[in-house]
């Protein structure tokens, strides 16, 4: 069991305006992303099936050689950021990750705009490419009601978010696979400590733990709940809030002794959207972080440069 509350979001899912569940489901969110800035997101309704074939597409994938895997490498995705990456190639926390992961985006033609682009699927997992592609549209509504809740705890119109900030939100999504760490190895970590730098994340997890989140109290286990999504606040919805939401540090140690797949969902503001705070927010982060002006795209390529610097070096982004 988890300290980190489930909140059903059906409600939010509803065309009703008028339904009185969704004022309940708000006031839950609000009081999760005041306390922790994580929760379980269930009732979300995106079909066990599809989850299903998307996780065995992505084992299939990683069992593959290396050599194989490396044909739809990052390197190859260009300005477009999307493929492949081995075990220590993300640099979350300043440090290499012990993961290896696919990265996509939304589908789009080829262009010159950094993180847009067609996405590198693997010719030996046709499935893979028909999964991901049907959980993006499935993982954006999901993500779009989670926000419409968020709104309403903050006093706002329920479409207030989807109407601005995310009416054609920027989606990112990363299959990660951790391979079996020492148990007994304080310095094995799959991630190091970070907070996430966008608007919400929404994380599907195999049934390996490996979550950690850092409260007032010390740090807690975020366990796969069957059924649910683990949602978490960003760095970019805690400025917005002047501080109020809080991002959380989290991070990931595979001690389960078996291999882990996880597969967070990244639903950001618009690329040419600028992110001013809202109307009410005052205060500051807790970390004292400088307020940040311009478009989030501006301010995402700042991030993601950090995570992949050679890459990016290489791509002159």
Known sequence: MSELP???????????????????????????????GFFYVSGHGVPPALIERLDAASRRFFALPEPVKDEISMARGGRAWRGFFPVGGELTSGRPDLKEGIYFGA???????????PNLFPAQVPELREAVLEYLPAMTRVGQAV??????????????????????????FRIFHYPPGPADDPDTWGV??????????????????????????GWIEAPPVPGTFVCNIGDMLDKLTGGRYRS????????????????????DPGWDSEVPPLPYAGGQRWDGQVDFTGTYGEYLLSKVSKVFPHLFEQQQL
């Open 192 to 217: 190091g400590e970070h907070t996430d730098y966008g608007l919400l994340t929404l994380l599907l997890q195999d049934g390996n733990g490996g979550l950690q989140v850092r409260t007032a109290t």
């Open 107 to 117: 589908e789009q033609p080829p262009g010159d705009l950094p993180l847009h682009g």
């Open 147 to 172: 926000m419409s809740g968020i709104a309403l705890s903050l006093g706002l119109a329920e479409d207030y978010f989807r109407t601005g900030y995310t009416a054609d939100p920027t989606i990112l």
């Open 248 to 267: 959380t540090p989290h991070r990931v140690r595979n001690r389960s002794g078996n291999e882990r797949l996880s597969f967070p969902f990244f639903f």
């Open 6 to 36: 489930v909140i059903d979001i059906a409600p939010l899912l509803q065309a009703e305006a008028a339904d009185p569940g969704k004022r309940a489901v708000a006031d839950a969110i609000g009081a999760a992303c005041r306390e922790h």
